[in-house]
Structure formats: structure tokens, C-alpha cells
């Protein structure tokens, strides 16, 4: 039952000519790494892989937002969710089956963006020798599986918005400004409680806070420097990372279940 | 099979205004029986059928199909349900929503198979069943999601307007099914607008007007034709407003 529903949902993913014109967008972008990479005099291989994290990131990013949150709301929309759930399945087990669905559409999308970054950055070292310096390839498959972590978390709580939004759009918003507001409230509270920032009112300094705690910070599987500068990994960070994700995908979806649960699909 | 028991159901619209969908819904459906739903647009019977499937929540009253409580998924095991207008995945063709369905309820593939193409070729698919579905015609829409609704074999089926953009033909087709499921002791509950079917294929029939359930009876104990019958409940009832 699990198994039908999350199958049905990555079909429902893979064959959405949306996912298409993202894969081709990301190959696009990757082209334009190696077009880039030709105007760097040094340190190619930082530059590239930098490029070919972020060209992945921002299409897994994609998907969610106009893949994942469409399919959600295509099925409150339409009614096919009367299907299973006039059946004997728990609508718990409905939306954790979604779910599982889309993770697999992104574990799909994100071998292929590793294939592509891979591929991209060896023609680079091809094309560039002296220039590129050296890339750890298993540091950029590790980062790959970190962007995969952030975007099991952000389809989880565009799965909690849309069950609480008015509208796939309003979803949309919330979806975009949580990830937002979660890339750069690590930044931010660094800034505010560096040296130098007495001039900074208590209220925005207590906001900065708030808004570090309630919000996910998605920095914590952010390994694009790392890979780009081959720097040391601390396992025992990446593993509070890994954990930090999966506890709060978890929690998120669980409350999801609870709303889902309760709602009155009229 | 089916008990509602002094259900009440209110839509909350905004913060003041509450529209009253049903006013203590007393009613029984036995088991192998048809039963027809009918009643003016806006009377009820989607919500009827919807707080049957526990796809929403009485404000108060009980519900229970075969002894279980309708918002304990175990009512629903041998359930199956054509919603009004139904929208199925299009992406899918008809066998595999088909056979998406039978997963729902667990049957294994090898079952699948053999159900799928008995309801395809019953219901005129079988040469289409390997089209996407959204290139079916309404019609054809239509049976693909009554097939799926059958393809678990359920003892309750719960059809909501199942002629709806169908041709004659695919009338034909859909009441000679429903015949079929009456000769095969299944438990129907059909809400219908078209009351020659009604009355050719129910057992009992049961009329609501404005949330509350008018007229109920045995179709052979009629003494008027069921539209006549239909519209001296809905004189009755004082509803002067066409929906």
C-alpha cells in the first residue's frame, strides 16, 4: 500500500514535463560551468565545483517548489486522493506514501545532477590542468547526498504548508521564504553576535534569534566550500547534520499527519 | 451494511456563516440491497456519501458500515467508491490505475491482471487501456474510474452519479453493471439524478431535501412513478429554488 503510493507519486514526478525542463536547465547551467571556467585564470576547479553544487541545488530546489508542492496540491485539488483514501488506508500512511514518492523523485534528480557535476568537473580538468588544482570527487558525491538531506526537509514542511495554506501559490511563498530565511539565519546570527554590532537594536538581535531556532538551518548541509576548497570533513558535525535533518523531517511530517488527518476534504 | 444514526453535518463557511448540509440523518441499508439516493442539487447526498467514507466528519450522530465505525479505516476494506465527476490521474493509462487501485487493497498482481482485463473489456477499455488517460474522453474517464472502484471485487460500492458524461451507450454499459453487481449480492448505494434508473435498479430508494431525509421506501411499494413521487416530497419540503 506504502509502496503503490510512492510509486505512483515518482511516476507522477517523472513523467511531469516540468522535471525535464529542470534537468535541462541544470545541464544548461552545468555548460556554462565549463563556458566560466575558461575566463578563471586559478583555482578552476574551486570555481567549477562551486558552480556545479549550486546549478544542483538550485534544481533540486526547483522540483520541490514546482513539482512536489503541484502534485500535493493537484490531489486536494482534483479529489484523486478519494481514491485511496475511500479505501482502508490510513491517511496517515496516504501522506508519509507521498512523501516517500517525492524523496525518490529527488534521489533520482540528485544522481543525475551528480553524474552531470561529476562529468562536468573531469571535462574541466580535462580542458584545464594546470589551472584546476585538485577536487575531491567523493567530497562533491557527499555534498550531493547533503543537498539531497535539505530537500527531503523542505519537501517535508512544503507537505506541512500545504496543508495548512489557502492555495498552492500561498504554499509556494511559504516554502521559498522558509528556505530562504533557513540559508542565511546562520549567517546572520554569526554577524549579529560578532564584535562591532552594539548599534544593533536587542529587538533585531532577539528577532535574528527567534528566527534561527524556529526556522530549519539548512547551512548545516551546506558543503559547498567544503568541496570546493577540499577542506576537512568533521564527521561527527556532518553526523549531527544528517540526524539534525532527519529528526526535523520527521517531526515536520508528523505534525503534517496529525492536520492531515483532521482536515475535511469537501 | 449501512447505518446512519441521527447524523448531523454543518459547513462552516466563514466565521459567522454556517450552512446546514444535514439535519438528523436516520437511515439503513442492508446488506446485498440497492439503494437509491436522490434528492434535489444541494440536498445532501454528496455529504451523505462523503460522511460515509469519512471524508469528512459528522458534527454529531454515528455512522457504521458493517458494524465498523466509518472513521475507523477497517469500515472501508471492501469499500469501493465513484466520486461525482471523478478525476483520476491522467498521467497513468488505464491499467495502471487500475492497477494502482488493486494495490491499494492488496491484491497481488497476478489478480490484478485477470480483474483488469475482466472490467476493461466489460467496460469497453480494453483497446485503450494502454493510453495515457488524458487522452481518454470524459466517457471514457468515467468507466476507467468505475472499473477502479470494482477491481477489489467490493461487497459495498457507493457510486456517486455514475451516468455522469456518459452516452447512451456508456449508460447502457454502466447499468448493466450495476445489474450485474445486484445479481451478484453486492451492496449498492447510488445517488443519481436520473430516476428511471433509480426505479429500474433500486431496491429502496430514499429522498433528500434540504439535509433532511423526506421519503424513504421500497421501490416495488410505490404508488406514483419516483418522479412524481420526487417532486410532491420536494413541494412538500417547500423548496422553492432550483440549484
Not at chain 1, 15 to 34: C, D, E, H, P
Not at chain 1, 85 to 92: D, F, I, K, N
Not at chain 1, 202 to 222: E, I, M, S
Not at chain 2, 4 to 30: E, G, P
Amino acid at each position: 500500500m506504502l509502496r503503490a503510493i510512492a510509486w505512483i507519486t515518482f511516476l507522477e514526478g517523472l513523467r511531469n514535463k516540468a522535471v525535464y525542463g529542470i534537468s535541462l536547465l541544470a545541464g544548461l547551467m552545468m555548460t556554462f560551468t565549463v563556458a566560466i571556467s575558461s575566463m578563471i585564470m586559478r583555482d578552476v576547479g574551486k570555481v567549477a565545483t562551486d558552480f556545479a553544487l549550486s546549478s544542483a541545488t538550485f534544481a533540486a530546489l526547483l522540483v520541490v517548489l514546482f513539482v512536489g508542492i503541484t502534485i500535493l496540491a493537484r490531489d486536494m485539488e482534483r479529489k484523486t486522493v478519494y481514491l485511496a483514501l475511500s479505501r482502508a488506508v490510513p491517511r496517515s500512511r496516504y501522506l508519509v506514501g507521498r512523501f516517500l514518492g517525492l524523496a525518490l523523485l529527488q534521489s533520482a534528480l540528485i544522481l543525475l545532477l551528480l553524474v552531470a557535476s561529476s562529468a562536468t568537473l573531469l571535462l574541466v580538468k580535462q580542458l584545464y590542468p594546470s589551472f584546476f588544482g585538485s577536487v575531491s570527487l567523493w567530497l562533491v558525491c557527499l555534498a550531493h547526498l547533503f543537498i539531497l538531506q535539505q530537500m527531503f526537509l523542505l519537501t517535508a514542511l512544503s507537505m506541512l504548508f500545504s496543508l495548512v495554506a489557502s492555495s498552492s501559490f500561498v504554499t509556494f511563498l511559504l516554502t521559498t521564504l522558509t528556505w530562504l530565511i533557513g540559508s542565511s539565519t546562520q549567517e546572520v546570527k554569526l554577524l549579529i553576535e560578532s564584535a562591532g554590532t552594539d548599534n544593533i537594536s536587542p529587538a533585531v538581535k532577539l528577532l535574528v534569534q527567534l528566527a534561527y531556532y524556529l526556522f530549519p538551518n539548512f547551512a548545516l548541509f551546506d558543503l559547498k566550500a567544503t568541496a570546493a576548497h577540499g577542506l576537512a570533513i568533521n564527521t561527527t558535525s556532518l553526523g549531527f547534520s544528517l540526524l539534525y535533518g532527519l529528526g526535523y523531517s520527521i517531526a515536520v511530517l508528523s505534525v503534517a499527519v496529525v492536520l492531515f488527518r483532521r482536515r475535511e476534504l469537501t | 451494511m449501512i447505518e446512519f444514526n441521527d447524523v448531523h453535518k454543518t459547513y462552516r463557511l466563514d466565521r459567522q456563516k454556517k450552512v446546514t448540509a444535514l439535519t438528523s440523518l436516520t437511515l439503513s441499508v442492508s446488506s446485498q440491497e440497492v439503494f437509491g439516493c436522490i434528492g434535489p442539487n444541494g440536498a445532501g447526498k454528496s455529504t451523505t456519501i462523503k460522511l460515509l467514507l469519512d471524508l469528512i466528519r459528522p458534527d454529531s450522530g454515528s455512522i457504521t458500515i458493517n458494524g465498523h465505525p466509518a472513521n475507523n479505516e477497517a469500515s472501508r476494506a471492501r469499500v469501493g467508491y465513484l466520486p461525482e465527476n471523478p478525476y483520476i490521474y491522467d498521467f497513468l493509462t488505464a491499467s495502471e490505475y487500475l492497477a494502482y487501485s488493486g494495490r491499494l487493497s492488496g491484491m497481488s498482481p497476478a489478480a490484478i491482471k485477470l480483474r483488469s482485463e475482466e472490467l476493461l473489456t466489460k467496460l469497453k477499455l480494453d483497446q485503450a487501456a494502454k493510453r495515457r488517460i488524458s487522452g481518454y474522453s470524459k466517457g471514457m474517464q468515467q468507466r476507467t474510474a468505475i472499473a477502479a472502484a470494482l477491481i477489489h471485487d467490493p461487497e459495498l460500492v457507493v457510486l456517486d452519479e455514475p451516468m455522469s458524461g456518459l452516452d447512451p451507450l456508456g449508460r447502457k454499459l454502466i447499468f448493466d453493471l450495476i445489474a450485474e453487481l445486484k445479481a451478484g449480492g453486492k451492496t449498492v448505494f447510488i445517488s443519481s439524478h436520473v430516476l428511471t434508473d433509480i426505479e429500474r435498479l433500486c431496491d429502496r430508494v430514499g429522498i433528500i431535501v434540504q439535509g433532511s431525509l423526506r421519503y424513504q421506501g421500497g421501490v416495488s411499494e410505490l404508488t406514483l412513478p419516483l418522479e412524481e413521487l420526487f417532486l410532491q416530497v420536494v413541494a412538500e419540503a417547500g423548496l422553492s429554488e432550483v440549484k
